[in-house]
Every structure is written in structure tokens, then in C-alpha cells.
């Protein structure tokens, strides 16, 4: 499965998972260190609502699995990391392609390092802001994630 940490796999396999794929979720760019990541929002029939806007689900999905990945692949195979709870704020209709951008910062993976050297949890916030085409905010995403060093790297 070594494989799949590659990024230009990962990015293709995200961009065929059917939850990305059916729903016009696409990554677009995956940095090899996987500190930076842009996802994109198509804007389809399909994933329109009833006010011909996009869909909040589809911009809650599009944020959904990007953090964890990016934190198992910068973090390397000492760590388990799973989404724990998120919260949306939908701010103003979204028209159009729309695009979320995720960044981790050399401070927060510092950070977590700390805060799991001894085998403890750590629950680190992260927030995303996902944009229109010209650059306004849509909505905002808190993403709070779960991280603990597995059991054999704990000391």
C-alpha cells in the first residue's frame, strides 16, 4: 500500500473515489511534502440545489477526507489520523466552480509532534475556506482532527 502515499497516485485515486468522482469533486494539486492541496468544486446539474446554487453537502464533501490524508503523508506511518468532527458555515450562495485550499504549516506539524510525543491524543483545529471564482468566501469549514502515534511508536 506504500504506493498510495505516492501524491500523484493518491491525487488520481481521490479523483476517481466515487464520493470526488459522481459528485464533480476534484483534486487538482497535491504537493509532494503533502503540506499543500487545492480541491476543486465542478459546477454540474447534478450538484446544484433547489436555488440552482451548489449543494452544501458537495462543498462538506469536498473538505471531508483532505486534512487526514495530508497529515498521514506528512507525518509518515508512526501516526493514526482520522477526522474527528467538522462543523460548516455557510456564509453566501455558491455559484459556479468553487475551490478549497489546505495548507499545513512547518508550527503545526511541530506542534503535533509535541503534543504526541508521549502517546497522547491530540485534537489540532484546522480551517478551511472554500472560494468562488473570484475569490469570495462561500462557506467555512472547521475541521477538527483526532492524531495519536501508534501503539509501537509510543514511548
Given at each position: 500500500m506504500?504506493?498510495?502515499f505516492?501524491?500523484?497516485?493518491?491525487?488520481?485515486?481521490?479523483?476517481?473515489w466515487?464520493?470526488?468522482?459522481?459528485t464533480?469533486?476534484?483534486?487538482?494539486?497535491?504537493?509532494q511534502?503533502?503540506?499543500?492541496?487545492?480541491?476543486?468544486?465542478?459546477?454540474?446539474?447534478?450538484?446544484?440545489?433547489?436555488?440552482?446554487?451548489?449543494?452544501?453537502?458537495?462543498?462538506?464533501?469536498?473538505?471531508?477526507?483532505?486534512y487526514?490524508?495530508?497529515?498521514?503523508?506528512?507525518?509518515?506511518?508512526e501516526?493514526?489520523?482520522?477526522?474527528?468532527?467538522?462543523?460548516?458555515n455557510?456564509?453566501?450562495?455558491?455559484?459556479?466552480?468553487?475551490?478549497?485550499?489546505?495548507?499545513?504549516?512547518?508550527?503545526?506539524?511541530?506542534?503535533?509532534?509535541?503534543?504526541?510525543?508521549?502517546?497522547d491524543?491530540?485534537?489540532?483545529?484546522?480551517?478551511?475556506?472554500v472560494?468562488?471564482?473570484?475569490?469570495?468566501?462561500?462557506?467555512?469549514?472547521?475541521?477538527?482532527?483526532?492524531?495519536?502515534?501508534?501503539?509501537?511508536?509510543r514511548?
Amino acid at each position: 500500500m506504500r504506493w498510495a502515499f505516492n501524491p500523484a497516485v493518491m491525487r488520481h485515486l481521490l479523483n476517481f473515489w466515487p464520493p470526488f468522482f459522481f459528485t464533480g469533486i476534484k483534486v487538482v494539486e497535491l504537493a509532494q511534502d503533502y503540506r499543500y492541496c487545492k480541491v476543486e468544486l465542478k459546477n454540474r446539474p447534478w450538484t446544484r440545489n433547489i436555488n440552482s446554487s451548489q449543494f452544501g453537502g458537495s462543498m462538506f464533501a469536498m473538505t471531508d477526507p483532505i486534512y487526514p490524508l495530508m497529515l498521514m503523508g506528512a507525518l509518515g506511518k508512526e501516526y493514526m489520523v482520522w477526522d474527528k468532527q467538522a462543523d460548516i458555515n455557510y456564509i453566501t450562495p455558491g455559484r459556479g466552480k468553487l475551490t478549497a485550499e489546505f495548507i499545513l504549516t512547518d508550527t503545526e506539524l511541530e506542534q503535533i509532534k509535541q503534543q504526541t510525543e508521549a502517546g497522547d491524543k491530540f485534537f489540532p483545529d484546522f480551517v478551511v475556506h472554500v472560494k468562488d471564482a473570484r475569490g469570495e468566501l462561500v462557506c467555512e469549514v472547521k475541521r477538527k482532527v483526532y492524531i495519536r502515534k501508534k501503539p509501537k511508536y509510543r514511548t
